[in-house]
């Protein structure tokens, strides 16, 4: 079995990595904003949750399922460590409920989103399964220490990793890795079968329709079943980088966690591998995408 967590003990300036050929090949980038696992002794110590409890809000070795395709099709992939229940990424960088803090917050934090309401905002208040994180209040100082420290040098690399790319071919498509619980989809995805992948694009504003169209069709070639921007449309990530008439195109991917993962042990299952390889697949189609489209800037 899988070691649920244990405290980062080396390298702990380290707060992404980033797998990056030495001559990129295709106009494209792979994040994973969510599989980080380094966990600070101070974070579980401050945690009234228990290891494995706070892993479930991880998006479960979801770099490990896009590593092998980054390194054979030669594009980058951009990797936080630090965990999402830590610090958020795919959120604005000061997305905060008030009501976890000991003191009033600053007029420019964001305390009204969506995300904040239910408990997960750059901060969040709960992991996954709707348990409280914190034993007690916080201290805004030691939020926006997190945020300088983590936040803002993992959006930094990714947009180098963007930019470069749209200098280099004309355009970039930025696929936002991501997985989703097995449990809580939508009835009328559940009445048959699960969904096994959910394509976000922002509803058609954050890249080309042919990019997700090329996605949905490999996928449903090799028999997953598909659904677009339902229950998840694209977060910060796929809005902030999203910008089809300056020719980045990004797309956001949630795999079924039920796939891969054993969601009540996180032990990795062994179809891990083959969904690797179909990831493969699908990033070599979406590489090539752009020499049979138009997908630079307009």
């Known amino acids: 079995m899988d070691r649920p967590i244990a405290p980062q003990t080396t390298g702990a300036d380290a707060v992404f990595r980033l797998r990056a050929p030495d001559v990129q090949a295709l106009p494209l980038v792979l994040a994973s904003p969510h599989s980080g696992r380094g966990y600070s002794a101070a974070f579980l110590s401050a945690s ?31 990797e936080a460590l630090f965990p999402r229940a830590y610090i958020d990424p795919n959120r604005e960088p000061y997305e905060i409920d008030p009501a976890m803090f000991d003191g009033p917050l600053p007029g420019y934090v964001n305390v009204r989103s969506p995300r904040v309401a239910v408990g997960l905002g750059t901060i969040a208040r709960v992991v996954a399964g709707g348990e409280e994180i914190y034993r007690t209040k916080l201290r805004f100082a030691d939020a926006s220490a997190r945020i300088e420290r983590c936040y803002y040098p993992y959006h930094a690399a990714l947009r180098r990793l963007v930019d470069a790319t749209v200098a280099r071919f004309g355009c970039c498509i930025l696929l936002d890795c991501h997985s989703m619980p097995s449990i809580g989809l939508p009835p009328d995805m559940a009445h048959s079968r699960r969904c096994d992948v959910v394509l976000g694009d922002c509803h058609g504003t954050a890249c080309a329709g042919s990019v997700t169209d090329a996605a949905e069709t490999v996928l449903r070639d090799l028999g997953y079943v598909t659904a677009r921007n339902s229950p998840y449309a694209g977060g910060y990530t796929t809005r902030h980088y999203g910008r089809p008439t300056e020719g980045v195109h990004a797309l956001q991917i949630e795999l079924n966690r039920a796939l891969y993962v054993d969601e009540t042990t996180l032990e990795r299952q062994p179809y891990l591998t083959t969904l690797g390889q179909h990831m493969r697949l699908l990033v070599a189609a979406l590489g090539d995408l752009p020499r049979h489209r138009r997908l630079a800037r307009r």
Request: some cysteine; glycine content about 0%; aromatic content about 6%.
């Open 48 to 78: 009234r949750l228990d290891a494995l409890t706070l892993r479930r809000s991880e998006d479960c070795y979801v770099e490990e399922i896009f590593a092998a395709a980054a390194e054979a099709l030669a594009v980058p992939l951009l």
